[in-house]
């Protein structure tokens, strides 16, 4: 008699079957127990195999953890790949509405290399969801290729802007709210195209990012003007090309404090035996008449009391003097 497949489901009532003893083989074969773990096992087995899948019909579309990574380091990976094979896998999910077809999950740089060398991906194949990719995505890239401060902040600024929720985001990239916020806030005050030019900067850390976030901020810096007059292709890194940025706004911000008006020294006004009668300063905001009350403590009492008539009486003279004639 021939073997039944184990794992088929028994047919429906009324069905036709050639099987013979239907009923005897379900209750022998139960889902349960032991048989049941064994089609568990042979499912985790199958899900974690790693299956060769043509690039031509794996998209690139999707939130980017990195930076856009260099043709060197695309070539240097394919001459990698070509003495050694392809040593880790990718993982692909597939499109729902493109039968046979994937959306990369991570790995775009060995697919980029891989598509260069014209040969299939080693990759794993999961059936998830968009936030089970982006957990995917973001937990593989922080614990095998630790992506650099600003990497984080702009994958963090494009999946909110995607609308993922706070909370994915958050175990996505492995990092609490405050450190979510200024993520946010660089990737927000810095434009997007300085960042690309900048690089990944990976020796760049969190607080120099945030200064030229505050920096650009402040004032009337023109961020992208300051990078496109700088020679950044003749920079060997990264860090330096951020620290050709950086430098130069701080040289465009620094006339700006020189340039303000000088301040109006004190003025002290003295009576003709050299008394000291009132001593006027000048702020940003006001102008200080100060009484003295050692000198002319008589005076400074009488002006006390008479102040509001005084001063409206100037105030009035100033007035008349401002009409035209």
Request: charged share 30%.
């Amino acid at each position: 008699m021939a073997r039944r497949n184990l794992f088929q489901p028994p047919p429906l009532p009324g069905a036709d079957t050639t099987v013979a003893e239907p009923i005897e083989q379900k209750s022998r074969f139960p889902n349960t127990g032991a048989m049941s773990g064994v089609k568990s096992t042979l499912k985790d087995v199958a899900s974690n195999a790693v299956r060769e899948i043509s690039v031509d019909v794996i998209e690139e579309r999707g939130p980017k953890d990195r930076l856009t990574f260099s043709d060197a380091d695309v070539t240097a990976l394919a001459e990698s790949i070509k003495a050694h094979g392809q040593q880790v896998p990718i993982m692909v999910r597939p499109i729902a509405d493109k039968p046979g077809h994937y959306k990369i999950v991570y790995g775009r740089r060995r697919l980029r290399a891989l598509r260069s060398l014209g040969i299939p991906a080693k990759a794993l194949v999961r059936s998830l969801s968009d936030q089970e990719a982006i957990l995917a995505q973001g937990q593989e890239n922080t614990q095998r290729l630790d992506p650099s401060f600003i990497e984080k902040a702009l994958f963090a600024a494009e999946l909110a802007a995607s609308g993922y929720e706070q909370s994915i985001i958050l175990d996505a990239l492995a990092v609490d709210k405050p450190m979510l916020s200024r993520m946010t806030k660089v990737a927000r005050s810095i434009p997007q195209s300085v960042i690309e030019q900048i690089g990944s900067a990976h020796g760049i850390g969190r607080r120099r990012w945030e200064d030229l976030a505050d920096q650009s901020r402040s004032g009337d810096i023109n961020l992208e003007q300051i990078a496109a007059a700088l020679k950044l292709d003749g920079a060997k890194s990264s860090d330096d090309r951020f620290g050709m940025i950086s430098d130069a706004v701080t040289r465009a911000q620094a006339p700006r404090a020189t340039d303000k008006p000088a301040r109006a020294p004190a003025l002290t006004i003295k009576l003709e035996d050299g008394t000291a009668l009132a001593e006027i300063k000048e702020t940003p905001r006001a102008l200080t008449l100060k009484l003295s009350k050692s000198d002319t403590p008589e005076f400074a009492q009488w002006m006390h009391d008479n102040a509001e008539a005084e001063l409206t009486r100037l105030y009035e003279a100033w007035r008349s003097e401002q009409k035209p004639d």
